[in-house]
């Protein structure tokens, strides 16, 4: 099997170099003057870009630190998507030691994998297209996001989509006219057993981007025809050739720059960047806007003296305006994967040797059908788990299950390091898992795995600056569960997994639970509560939905970075459009949630600027 995708990754590597001088679509010098400068071509800015420039009168740069790489097929190969970790289209951030969980990563640090390419992370996740609970934008409102409820964000949900799986046909939650692709795929057997299992213990089988936000659910992800459909790829690549529209990749912008308008107050003019070691300014009529991201939003605005008042003169940046939210809230899903084991043969059932070979590749080639088309996440639930302590009004899920279609072969060396080298396992942990097959004398410790996921965390970190060069990574601390209330959800969302092995189709299958923690096992017997807390300080990842960095809010919440029209407070001309604005992550996958900041915030600027 690792010879066919090491061939795969080769053919995939190799093409694109010939090729991508014809594809490019940046341009090689900007203007000195645009109405519009947008800082980062990932999931909302895309958008941000594409709408705007529909006016063709509004002049709009789109700036983006990472390159093009519009023919690297990694990119397109759902199945394949981890490999881009830890490469060039990638900011490889790395978080600082957790002193509460994460003892199976190497020095308890964790790898926050950022797209660096045109579409941003788009290009690098696994295409889940989750947009959470209405409940979750109905609180954001309660918390001074005015005009941001649920029912004032669906349109903006709908205008994005196009809607291509025939099971949402009809659906008044779904758009079918936009230009993002969405499909529900059915690649392998385990999606039925999980829904169905989930079905069998009480829990409905929902469209988890409706009005329902309990039950389970097949995968909806942003792909099409069995390729990636990146927000480079719904929203750049279709309208490049608009003239108002200038797209310059390979510029890493490292300050905002600010003059003072007619009553004395901070206004952005313009933007300074960095482009193969030349520093240039470029200049905006209008405004600057942010969507550089959860870690590079906070990053730049602190880089421009906009933060918390100490913090920037102990790095010795000069102070425009003193906002403390700045680099605060952080916020993030946090997934404890467990494995999942049957007594029978099921791996013509998930990704396994048996369904990857070069008739998968010639079929996936043919018609994007087969386990390449798969963005290996294949169910989906919510879980409301915390019966006793609910919130009557915002009655959102506390618990999310990601079901992975794949077999783990704890014999396969490259297949180890891989995840050693993406994830940051350490030795100990995957020198315990090994042992682990060994007693059971297993050579595959699972048939496929579920992820249990923190959908509200308690604990929150922050964002700070290292040093005042740009190009110096932050410092990242996300204090993954501080709150000792984060565990217990956890471990009740363990449970609701005891409950699906007693399930008819998971009893059928002999599907247990696998587990390869002998430290814990000295904090309680095997299954044990306590033996679950354990687990989950110690083998919790992040789900890589980093946000609310640079959150909206309220006037009066001095924490509050941003109005509810996204402009940030203390200074004119500058506005925040992805997730760091958002102010409590939701329940489920952020990327839906940010094409929708960047649908509603290219509106708003529309309005505030009388654009027609």
């Known amino acids: 099997m690792f010879r066919f995708i090491f061939v795969t990754l080769f053919i995939t590597w190799l093409v694109p170099h010939f090729l991508t001088w014809y594809w490019t679509i940046s341009i090689s010098e900007p203007l000195e003057e645009y109405d519009f400068i947008i800082v980062g071509a990932g999931t909302s800015g895309s958008v941000v870009a594409n709408r705007l420039t529909e006016i063709p009168n509004v002049k709009v740069l789109l700036l983006e630190a990472g390159g093009e790489h519009p023919l690297n097929f990694l990119k397109s190969i759902p199945m394949l998507s981890l490999a881009l970790q830890k490469s060039n289209m990638d900011w490889q951030y790395v978080t600082e030691p957790q002193k509460y969980s994460s003892g199976s990563l190497s020095e308890n640090r964790s790898l926050w994998p950022r797209g660096k390419v045109l579409g941003g992370t788009s290009v690098l996740n696994l295409m889940v297209y989750t947009r959470g609970s209405p409940h979750d934008y109905d609180s954001w409102v309660k918390l001074g996001a005015k005009d941001w409820d649920y029912k004032s964000v669906l349109p903006y949900f709908k205008k994005s989509e196009h809607m291509a799986s025939p099971d949402l046909s009809d659906s008044e939650y ?41 039950g389970f659910a097949y995968v909806q992800s942003t792909t099409q025809n069995g390729k990636r459909h990146s927000a480079a790829d719904a929203f750049l690549y279709p309208v490049s050739s608009r003239q108002n529209l200038h797209i310059l990749a390979n510029a890493h912008v490292s300050q905002i720059l600010f003059d003072e308008d007619k009553n004395g107050k901070p206004r952005a003019t313009g933007v300074k960047y960095v482009r193969y070691g030349k520093e240039k300014i470029v200049k905006a009529k209008n405004e600057v806007i942010l969507s550089a991201g959860a870690v ?38 946090v997934m404890l994967p467990i494995g999942v084991k049957s007594d029978i043969d099921i791996s013509d059932e998930v990704i396994s040797s048996k369904t990857l070979s070069l008739s998968t590749l010639f079929s996936y080639l043919y018609d994007g059908s087969g386990s390449l088309g798969s963005c290996t996440a294949d169910g989906f639930a919510f879980l409301k788990t915390n019966k006793n302590f609910r919130d009557k009004k915002f009655d959102y899920p506390d618990i999310a299950f990601q079901m992975l279609s794949a077999q783990f072969d704890v014999g396969n060396k490259q297949l180890i390091d891989f995840h050693k080298h993406i994830l940051n396992i350490d030795n100990e942990t995957i020198n315990d898992i090994q042992e682990q097959a060994k007693k059971v004398k297993l050579d595959k410790l699972n048939d496929l795995s579920i ?162």
């Not at 779904?174 to 069998?200: C, M, T, W």
């Not at 913090?311 to 940046?317: I, M, R």
Request: glycine share 8%; charged share 25%; proline share 5%.
């Open 174 to 214: 779904h758009g079918y006219d936009g230009p993002l692709n969405i499909d529900i795929r059915k690649d392998h057997g385990s999606q039925d057993l999980f829904v169905k299992a989930g079905e069998e213990i009480g829990y409905k089988i929902i469209d988890y981007n409706s009005n329902e936000d309990e």
């Open 296 to 333: 590079g939003t906070p990053h730049l605005l602190m880089l421009s003296g906009i933060g918390p008042k100490k913090h920037l003169e102990d790095n010795a940046v000069k102070v425009v305006a003193d906002l403390p939210g700045v680099g605060s809230n952080l916020q993030d899903h």
């Open 451 to 612: 992820l249990v996921i923190l959908s509200h965390p308690e604990s929150m970190g922050t964002i700070r600056l290292k040093s005042s060069n740009y190009s110096i990574h932050p410092v990242i601390d996300p204090n993954y569960l501080k709150d000792s209330k984060d565990v217990e959800t956890l471990v009740r969302g363990i449970k609701v997994l005891e409950k699906m092995e007693k399930s008819p189709t998971f009893l059928s299958y002999g599907m247990k639970m696998m587990f390869a923690s002998p430290k814990c096992e000295k904090s309680g017997p095997v299954r044990s509560e306590e033996f679950y807390r354990c687990v989950a300080r110690r083998n919790i990842l992040t789900v890589y939905h980093h946000c609310c960095t640079a959150k909206m809010g309220a006037r009066t919440d001095k924490m509050a970075v941003a109005d509810h029209r996204l402009r940030v407070y203390k200074v004119e001309g500058l506005r925040v459009a992805d997730a760091s604005v958002m102010p409590a992550v939701t329940s489920g996958n952020t990327q839906a949630p940010c094409y929708m900041i960047g649908e509603k915030a290219a509106d708003m600027i529309k309005e505030d600027w009388n654009l027609v």
